[in-house]
Structure formats: structure tokens, C-alpha cells
T-cell receptor, first 109, second 117 residues
């Protein structure tokens, strides 16, 4: 198993702006998953993108995957204060998931 | 769907006592459950992998005799922190794996906050 490396570590934006978070990993994957964690809470599964997919949408979320560069990005459009949270990308080869440090997103009203 | 619950949501105990935390998958059968620990301002750290009916697999550095894991059914795993000490105070999160076709997705519980005095 491997962990993703999120970038930036912290991101602060105004409400209504878009937020882009990047993720890199090291070895081949079956899929890559993005999770959100609000402060002091459990994790919420946001989206799973398979290794044969390049882009996926879910509401205001857009995830891309470039397996040749071993990278992914998460775009949140029209951000809201409620989007303030930590975001984790988790490359998955099957089995256990290992979490990196995440990106701490702060959306100011 | 795919809801995981934990009980209790928070617990305060005296040093030296044991604490049991339950993790349940409410609307699916989780072939595998995982236990994580998270200290303030840090990421989740995987403690162990729990499979129904078999012994848990612990990550390096996690004491199996201190953190007892029992996976009695496909919907219930328990973590017992034995002889808890203040340094065991942390946020404990479990997850259950849902198999969908050839892909697995982990769904996380809301966490249990443990404070050892």
C-alpha cells in the first residue's frame, strides 16, 4: 500500500472561488479515492476514480487522474464555507488505505 | 447507504482501565474492517486490519496485546484499549470495506474520542 502526497498542505480561499488540490503517488493503482474530514469528525468518501478513467464529476466536485504522471486533482467549484475541511487522496491497490497529511482547505465567507 | 457507526462517540476513563469501542456496518456486510488512530493536527494512522473470524493484522509499532481487536461478525468489530494510559488519548476511527464488483470502497465511522485521565 502507498499513501498519496497532497499539495498544497493548506489552502485559503474566499467563498465562491474554486479550490484545486493536487495529489501525487508512486506506484500503479487500481483506483484513487478522495475523502473529506471535517475537524474532529470521521471521514466522508467523496469520489472514487478508477485507473482507466481520466475524469469524474460529482456535483461541484471534479476529479482528474493521470496515471502516466501518477497524479490526480480535486476541483471544488463555487466553494462554500461548509467546504472547510481536510481533504485526503488515497491511492488504492486493494486492501488497506494509507493516508497522507492531506490538504487543509479554509473557505472564508 | 454504506453507513458505519461507532459506539461510544466519546469516553473518559481513568488510567489503568480498559475501554471497548464498537464499530458496526449498518447496511452492508464488511468483509474487512480497519482501525485508525488520529492525534491532534495529524493524519490518520492505520493500526490494524480486521477480518471476520480471523486474527487481526497489526501495523508495525502497534501493540497487539494492548489493542485487542475482535471481529465477531461481518457487521461488527470491536477495539479494546487495555490498561489505558494518558498517551492513549486519541481519536479512534474505524472503517468497513464494501465490495462493489471488482472495486472496494472504505466507509468510515464518525470516530470515538478517548480521553484517559
Amino acid at each position: 500500500s502507498q499513501q498519496g502526497e497532497e499539495d498544497p498542505q493548506a489552502l485559503s480561499i474566499q467563498e465562491g472561488e474554486n479550490a484545486t488540490m493536487n495529489c501525487s503517488y508512486k506506484t500503479s493503482i487500481n483506483n484513487l479515492q478522495w475523502y473529506r474530514q471535517n475537524s474532529g469528525r470521521g471521514l466522508v468518501h467523496l469520489i472514487l476514480i478508477r485507473s482507466n478513467e481520466r475524469e469524474k464529476h460529482s456535483g461541484r466536485l471534479r476529479v482528474t487522474l493521470d496515471t502516466s504522471k501518477k497524479s490526480s486533482s480535486l476541483l471544488i467549484t463555487a466553494s462554500r464555507a461548509a467546504d472547510t475541511a481536510s481533504y485526503f487522496c488515497v491511492p488504492n491497490q486493494g486492501g488497506k488505505l494509507i493516508f497522507g497529511q492531506g490538504t487543509e482547505l479554509s473557505v472564508k465567507p | 447507504g454504506a453507513v458505519v457507526s461507532q459506539h461510544p462517540s466519546w469516553v473518559i476513563c481513568k488510567s489503568g482501565t480498559s475501554v471497548k469501542i464498537e464499530c458496526r456496518s449498518l447496511d452492508f456486510q464488511a468483509t474487512t474492517m480497519f482501525w485508525y488512530r488520529q492525534f491532534p493536527k495529524q493524519s490518520l494512522m492505520l493500526m490494524a486490519t480486521s477480518n471476520e473470524g480471523s486474527k487481526a493484522t497489526y501495523e508495525q509499532g502497534v501493540e497487539k496485546d494492548k489493542f485487542l481487536i475482535n471481529h465477531a461478525s461481518l457487521t461488527l468489530s470491536t477495539l479494546t484499549v487495555t490498561s489505558a494510559h494518558p498517551e492513549d488519548s486519541s481519536f479512534y476511527i474505524c472503517s468497513g470495506t464494501l465490495q462493489l464488483g471488482s472495486y472496494e470502497t472504505q466507509y468510515f465511522g464518525p470516530g470515538t474520542r478517548l480521553l484517559v485521565l
